[in-house]
């Protein structure tokens, strides 16, 4: 790493929550100095406190919904990276107006506020979920979208917004569509499948599935982290413009494998039913061929590993506070917030 490396500032937007977390706790590790901007919506202020003290760090609390707000984070970075939304189809669908004002108004007020000071690259964290029906053949960057949720539905717009922005700006843009995330976080989360699976068998309680022939990638936290750090890193030539599916090809479960796996952490121990009818209609599956190829990037963690480590924490005790504050652990609703 050259001394300019360890010299440049990132801002990363949403830098508390359940990947950012973790992205910030690795970037300040690998040398980089981190600003945080961060609205703490569900109270994960604590989720930065193992690097509070780091000479590195830098916490702004705002809203990306602020425009002087936004100005202010940017100003002196030479990298963003943009994670902070409203997450999910459930909290969306509740909050639509919130939704919308911050998924696609607070993007726009940072995609502005770099092109003003002159930031070098912008990394925007997109989902998967774009792709929403795809049974045929796994999900390539170039296949077309098929949105089933408001909340995909601003991932998608501010995808195109951003690459036609940066077609005209001084700065560096790329999109990656993040897998499903799972594993163990500073700003844990569990309404998200292989976490909420896990947990409600691990504390034997019945579980109800739908649909469980669905399909969806998963990607772990830490190689969510590291797969914006390595785009972070690369040249320019190989990742401006660009757009890349973030997960690997041992990834994509359905369910109904998602349970067969927690049950396996479990010794067959668990009470599942399984249903039709769900709500949520989204079936796919994704390739990760391009950022493999092009970066070179493979995942390092597996979904079996990662619930076993889960189970371990949830029968010592290590996440007993859900039950107490479950808007903490959980981005279904936001009442009381």
Not at 117 to 129: H, I, K, L
Not at 232 to 246: D, K, R
Request: net charge negative; charged share 25%.
């Amino acid at each position: 790493m050259s001394a300019a490396d360890l010299e440049r500032q990132i801002l990363v937007v949403g830098g508390a929550g359940y990947i950012g977390s973790v992205l910030t706790r690795d970037l300040l590790a690998a040398g980089h100095r981190v600003r945080v901007l961060d609205s703490l919506l569900y109270g994960n202020g604590g989720s930065l406190a193992a690097v509070a003290e780091h000479p590195g760090f830098e916490f702004a609390r705002g809203d990306v919904r602020s425009a002087d707000q936004v100005r202010a984070a940017v100003e002196g970075v030479g990298e963003v990276v943009l994670l902070a939304a409203l997450v999910g189809d459930p909290v969306c669908k509740g909050s639509p107006e919130l939704a919308e004002q911050t998924n696609v108004g607070g993007a726009r007020n940072l995609i502005d506020a770099s092109a003003e000071a002159g930031v070098e690259r912008f990394v925007f964290a997109s989902t998967c979920s774009n792709y929403g029906l795809r049974t045929d053949e796994p999900a390539t960057e170039t296949d077309e979208l098929h949105p089933l949720s408001l909340y995909a539905e601003t991932k998608v717009q501010m995808e195109g917004e951003l690459l036609e922005r940066a077609r005209h700006a001084s700065f560096e843009a790329t999109v990656l569509r993040v897998a499903t995330a799972y594993g163990i976080s500073p700003r844990m989360r569990f309404d998200l499948t292989i976490s909420e699976f896990t947990r409600e068998l691990a504390l034997g309680r019945a579980l109800e599935v739908y649909d469980a022939d669905t399909w969806r990638p998963y990607c772990h936290i830490a190689d969510t982290s590291a797969a914006i750090a390595l785009v972070l890193e690369s040249a320019p030539e190989l990742v401006s413009g660009e757009v890349f599916n973030v997960g690997g090809a041992g990834g994509n479960y359905t369910k109904r494998m998602v349970v067969e796996t927690a049950l396996a952490a479990l010794d067959g121990e668990g009470e599942v039913v399984f249903t039709e009818g769900g709500a949520d209609a989204r079936n796919y599956r994704v390739s990760f061929e391009k950022i493999s190829e092009r970066l070179g990037f493979s995942p390092r963690h597996t979904v079996p590993g990662s619930v076993e480590r889960l189970v371990e924490a949830i029968r010592s005790g290590v996440f007993d506070s859900v039950e107490a504050d479950p808007l903490l652990y959980l981005n279904y609703e936001l009442s009381g917030r």
